[in-house]
């Protein structure tokens, strides 16, 4: 099938490597029995993608969005077979154990040779369930850990949690699978851990967290900086070195208020793998409808230096850390709707999530913030392409 120029986007547009999207995915070993077998797995897992793309995301959606277009898809793909596939094809495409380990690298590849980046400095770690796993009656679904580039929108990688693990056991596997010289690692509190901390450092990148009462000491030695200094009668301390930075954003109907504060730890007060500063972060929200206020302040540490980064430097990592519930949660459950697409087989789970994070990462390298609308426009070119094969 021909590329797909994505006009509207620039008087050139963007080009949808459609021929590309195919090679690659001929990496992906196909291990099925050569009897009865109709069609390659690429070719499988590409319509799975085109249909996926133009806003298709359950595998009864998937097998009707292909039979509609099955004369314009065999020409286009120049199949030996003149039918598509079957829902059960596909499914049974979707259940294979070795397209949900061999995919996720194929994909990641696809994005960074025919788009580059890949190369943005905060790496963010956080795990997500997939609600529509859940059995019933039961709280445990399929639990997926993630590391995502959020300036990007392109995950990395991803690892499953299993039943009797959890984000932190399974995190050191998934970050030794990265290049992380250079990088800077943000996780939430739960990921404060110091073995953890000196992988980071080991593979040549460096961290940011936050602290709860899983480090109580910690965060107790943390808070110490940010007390006013003791004062006597004719004596008084001066105050320790800080950098400063403050943000305001109206958005959900509040308006936030942030106010962070970074300090050098100069004398290693601290006794933390790596650390070099610590930072405290004041969050004010003010409801607009009706003036409600709420008040939050966080502790952290990180192991970047103060010629690297300063406080306003700083807080904007923080934010982009948040932006993953957004930019890639978000997105996943709502706009692919993977909440509501109830999956009993595991494989199946994994896969969709796969192919889900690659749809998130190939919008925005296409230049799309707002993925619906990608989807919508998906769906009219690859309609009218398809349209020169009738």
Request: proline share 4%; charged share 20%.
């Amino acid at each position: 099938m021909d590329n797909i120029t994505l006009a509207g986007l620039g008087e050139k547009g963007v080009i949808f490597e459609v021929r590309a999207l195919v090679e690659h995915l001929e990496q992906v070993p196909d291990e099925r029995m050569a009897r009865g077998k109709r069609y390659r797995l690429s070719l499988l897992l590409a319509l799975i993608v085109l249909a996926k793309l133009a806003g298709e995301h359950k595998p009864t959606g998937i097998a009707q969005w292909l039979q509609l277009r099955r004369r314009q898809l065999v020409r286009a793909f120049r199949c030996r077979h003149p039918q598509m596939p079957s829902l059960n094809t596909i499914r049974r495409t979707l259940r294979q154990e070795q397209v949900s380990e061999a995919l996720q690298p194929v994909l990641r590849r696809f994005l960074h040779q025919c788009y580059g980046g890949q190369q943005s400095v905060l790496v963010a770690i956080d795990g997500k369930t997939l609600r529509g796993t859940i059995p019933k009656g039961k709280t445990e679904g399929v639990h997926l850990l993630a590391a995502y580039l959020p300036a990007e929108g392109v995950v990395l990688m991803q690892a499953v949690v299993a039943s009797k693990e959890n984000e932190i056991t399974v995190a050191p596997g998934l970050l030794s699978t990265l290049d992380l010289k250079g990088r800077v690692v943000c996780g939430d509190a739960m990921f404060t851990q110091r073995k953890l901390s000196v992988q980071i450092l080991a593979q040549g990148g460096d961290y940011i967290w936050t602290l709860k009462d899983n480090q109580p000491s910690t965060k107790a030695d943390v808070m110490q900086f940010f007390k006013p200094p003791r004062r006597a009668p004719g004596w008084r301390a001066p105050a320790l070195p800080q950098t400063l930075a403050r943000t305001t954003q109206l958005g959900h109907g509040r308006l936030e208020q942030r106010v962070l504060r970074l300090m050098p730890d100069e004398e290693s007060f601290l006794d933390w793998p790596g650390v070099q500063q610590v930072f405290q972060l004041k969050r004010r929200f003010i409801q607009k409808a009706t003036g409600e206020v709420s008040e939050e302040t966080a502790y952290g540490l990180t192991s970047l230096q103060p010629s690297r980064v300063n406080a306003k430097q700083l807080l904007a990592l923080v934010q982009s850390y948040w932006g993953i519930e957004n930019g890639l949660h978000y997105r996943r459950d709502v706009s692919l709707g993977e909440d509501a697409l109830r999956m009993t087989n595991q494989i199946q789970a994994q896969v969709t999530a796969i192919l889900n994070n690659f749809i998130v990462g190939l919008a925005r390298k296409l230049g799309f913030d707002n993925l619906a609308a990608a989807q919508r426009l998906f769906d009219a070119k690859l309609t009218l392409a398809l349209a020169a094969y009738t």
